[in-house]
């Protein structure tokens, strides 16, 4: 039997910000530079735990960190991220459909050490929504995966066209078009197609932009928006205007909707530039004046490992 060959991608080591020019830390609480030492410990440990067990394993592994990796991901039966789901979104932009991925959250967020030490800094950690694995069950996920126990879930993803041309880059969580500046009005009007015809009215919009997401990401910015959960199993896409400038001529029902599978949206900018913003940060793709973009699930899914009351 041929031995797996696997990835395993790590977050950075440190979370510190940046020190002032004279040295020093711009933390002055002492209970939240503890926390962070905790945090960079929990995670150093999570690594050599995980490293040590795959020292174990018949299998060929090479640890890489995230940042370093620029260039898709080739001839690798699977990728392990150790981290959490800003690790698991940065991988998922150089993998195709046919390597999954299996997230180990190595910092996850104690609710004790939350609510301690809520009347003084937030203490959340890390939510690992889409990791199926933490260093108590990685071992035993591991083996369930290497023995064929466990199977892959697929996610669909966010598809973005620009002036007909398929972007590299497809978004795992959401997508969000807007103004370079987060202040400045956006300027663009959507309709939803179906089969080459357009199944919604033409809606001009000046607002702070459009943000998709996908039903793995419904639950991240879209949900704190005011957006809907969805089945992490479901095609379909969500969209929401955000924060619309709204005329006696607007339909406010049509900000906020779905794009089925099978439908696109289609959407045309007006400001002079714009930026797609892809999964957060992570990717971005500027637009200019007049051009057109199209939205759908019509992308490569993304082939994931998840816990049980995830696929709920």
């Given amino acids: 039997m041929l031995r797996k060959k696997l990835l395993v991608l790590l977050k950075p080591m440190t979370i510190y910000p940046p020190k002032l020019a004279d040295g020093f830390s711009r933390i002055r609480n002492p209970l939240f530079l503890n926390h962070l030492d905790s945090r960079v410990k929990v995670h150093k440990e999570a690594v050599k735990f995980c490293e040590d067990i795959l020292r174990r394993k018949s299998v060929d592994w090479v640890p890489v960190l995230r940042d370093s990796v620029s260039e898709p991901i080739c001839d690798m039966d699977m990728v392990i991220t150790i981290g959490g789901d800003g690790t698991i979104l940065h991988a998922s932009h150089f993998v195709d459909d046919t390597i999954p991925l299996l997230g180990v959250n190595s910092d996850p967020t104690q609710d004790e050490e939350v609510e301690k030490f809520n009347d003084s800094f937030d203490a959340s950690r890390s939510t690992g929504y889409l990791c199926a694995a933490t260093v108590s069950n990685f071992e035993q996920v591991l083996d369930d995966i290497l023995e064929g126990r466990k199977e892959p879930h697929e996610l669909s993803r966010v598809g973005i066209r620009v002036n007909n041309r398929m972007l590299s880059k497809c978004g795992l969580n959401d997508i969000l078009i807007s103004h370079p ?14 089969c080459g015809e357009p199944i919604s009215p033409m809606v001009n919009s000046r607002s702070s932009g459009l943000r998709v997401s996908s039903a793995a990401g ?11 959960q969805m089945s992490v199993s479901s095609q379909d896409l969500q969209y929401m205007v955000r924060e619309p400038i ?3 001529a607007s339909n406010a029902s049509l900000m906020h909707g779905f794009i089925k599978s099978g439908q696109s949206m289609h959407v045309t900018w007006y400001n002079e530039d714009g930026i797609i913003y892809i999964d957060g940060s992570h990717v971005e793709h500027s637009v ?15 082939k994931v490992f998840l816990r049980q009351h995830s696929l709920a």
């Fill in 181 to 194: 500046c987060p202040a400045s009005v956006s300027r663009f009007s959507f309709k939803i197609m179906a």
């Fill in 218 to 228: 419904s639950t991240a910015a879209m949900l704190s928006a005011g957006g809907f």
């Fill in 246 to 248: 709204l005329s006696r």
């Fill in 288 to 302: 200019r004046h007049g051009d057109t973009i199209e939205i759908s699930c019509k992308a490569p899914p993304l």
